[in-house]
């Protein structure tokens, strides 16, 4: 036991440094003025090598073959965290240091040149710096290992214990039905008459409707708070500190709730962690798709529920006066309006999942090598063209939309999807229960917070995702409760 606290302290010690550059991560975001930021970026540099040294240190490894020793006298939460930090020192070791400065040089370069690219819609300018980046990619997934195929790896980051055959069948499954669903959102969006809202909407009446939906969700004013950025964000500073930020469209006040709602989702997961654990796996998010399925599940199965609007829709027409000449069911066409879009971030609910195929399909075969990188545009317009009826104006509108890739955030996309099918099947698990179907109905959210923390935020990452969703639902990632909520909601069977 004595073994084991010395880690947890060390952990905790890692902890302070990982969210005093959070704080400033956050800041950098939101208030920095632009003359700063070249002290920012050493401030960081800093904190992220004194970070990855001790995380990679004698001290720490000491300490934990010491805990490691007495691991059958620690409870289960305990014992998942000495797991995970094995876990997580193996992989930081493999990569030598040398590789972690080649790939931030690498990266820094190629969000530049993207940044061009997309700009002037010239992939040739970006297709080098992406031929780097997957080599970097590739290397790092041999170091790290693998069995079936170097994906595996990489997915492996963002979401532990995922296979990438699985993941492929899955989505397998999806993709014919969500073509299918989309097509018929589509059709029956075009034949609403309201195409959108009358009039405009003040930013600070926008503000108090967000703060309102967002306290009576549940989330904690006085551990957290909401600002305003270009692209939204939630980012934890501490035990008791979740920042959440949005944009404002003064045309279209949904525009920021949904924002609003969606990092709200994952601002009351990371309340629901456990505060006394914070900084140790166990205290921590499990995986972007189990993150993902709480701002979805917030957003899409709450947010744009009939049962909601029932109850905040009458609150708008205050705030928003002209909102009272509309007609309660013209409006959810609008909170259910679908449209094809070039852009992912752009997509609605019904079309969405689409872009994440056409994704991981083509990273999947970049990483294999069996798709050569000056071929990404036409193979990317080609399946867009499959998928959704449409070919992409420009690389702009194609391969070059997402900062992913330029990141060397490969094998990230896969979790959005997975993220909308935990979403569903997490939502239709808690409404089994009576009291959280009840209240539901009457947009009272408080026994489904409950049941979501007792089930899945406390949890923190003492599951693995798979093994997480089993035991609060009773089988692993599936795609049948997203297929029958959007079939339910956006085609009527
Ligand atoms: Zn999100």
Not at 122 to 144: I, Y
Not at 423 to 437: E, G, I, M, N, S
Not at 471 to 483: D, F, I, P, Q
């Amino acid at each position: 036991m004595k073994a084991y606290q010395k880690v947890a302290e060390l952990a905790a010690e890692l902890a302070v440094i990982q969210s005093a550059g959070a704080v400033l991560g956050w800041d950098q975001e939101t208030y920095l003025p632009a003359r700063a930021v070249e002290h920012r970026a050493r401030q960081l540099a800093w904190l992220g090598t004194r970070g990855h040294a001790l995380a990679t240190s004698a001290r720490f490894e000491k300490a934990l073959e010491a805990a490691e020793a007495q691991v059958a006298d620690l409870d289960e939460r305990q014992q998942a965290n000495v797991k995970q930090w094995r876990w997580r020192m193996e992989r930081a070791r493999k990569l030598p240091a040398k590789l972690v400065a080649e790939e931030s040089e690498v990266t820094s370069r190629a969000k530049a040149a993207w940044a061009e690219a997309r700009r002037g819609s010239d992939f040739s300018q970006f297709a080098p710096h992406l031929e780097r980046v997957l080599d970097l990619a590739r290397r790092k997934a041999d170091r790290w290992g693998w069995q079936s195929e170097p994906y595996d790896a990489l997915l492996e980051e963002y979401e532990r214990g995922a296979r990438t055959a699985q993941v492929a069948a899955l989505f397998e499954r999806l993709r014919p039905e969500l073509a299918e669903i989309g097509q018929a959102a589509v059709e029956r969006s075009r034949q609403r008459t309201m195409k959108r809202l009358p009039g405009s909407f003040p930013i600070e009446q926008q503000q108090i409707l967000n703060r309102e939906v967002a306290e009576s969700l549940g989330f904690d004013f006085a551990a957290g708070r909401i600002d305003t950025t270009t692209h939204p964000f939630c980012t934890t500073l501490g035990p008791a500190d979740v920042r959440l930020t949005t944009r404002y469209n003064e045309a279209d006040f949904l525009s920021s709730l949904f924002g609003v709602l969606h990092e709200t989702g994952h601002g009351l997961y990371e309340q629901g962690l456990v505060a006394a654990e914070f900084g140790l796996p166990s205290g921590e998010a499990v995986s972007l798709g189990i993150h993902e399925s709480q701002s979805r599940l917030w957003e899409n199965h709450v947010g744009r529920s009939e049962a909601f609007w029932a109850r905040w829709f009458p609150r708008a027409a205050e705030l928003f006066p002209r909102l009272r000449k509309v007609k309660l069911e013209d409006f959810m066409g609008l909170v259910h309006r679908s449209e094809f879009s070039f852009i992912r971030v752009e997509a609605d609910e019904a079309t969405y999942d689409l872009h994440i195929l056409l994704r991981f399909g083509l990273e999947r075969k970049m990483v294999a090598g069996e798709l050569a990188v000056a071929d990404v545009p036409e193979a990317w317009n080609a399946e867009f063209e499959a998928l959704f009826g449409m070919r992409p104006p420009d690389a702009a509108h194609g391969c070059l939309q997402d900062i992913h890739w330029s990141m060397g955030g490969i094998g990230y996309f896969a979790t959005y999807t997975l993220g909308n099918l935990n979403a569903a099947q997490l939502y239709a698990a808690a409404l089994r229960r009576k009291t959280v179907a009840r209240a539901v109905e009457q947009a009272d959210y408080a026994p489904l917070l409950g049941w979501l923390q007792k089930n899945v935020h406390q949890a923190g990452g003492v599951y693995d995702p798979n093994d997480l969703m089993q035991r609060a639902t009773g089988s692993a990632t599936n795609a049948k409760w997203h297929l029958a909520h959007l079939r339910r909601r956006y085609v009527g069977a």
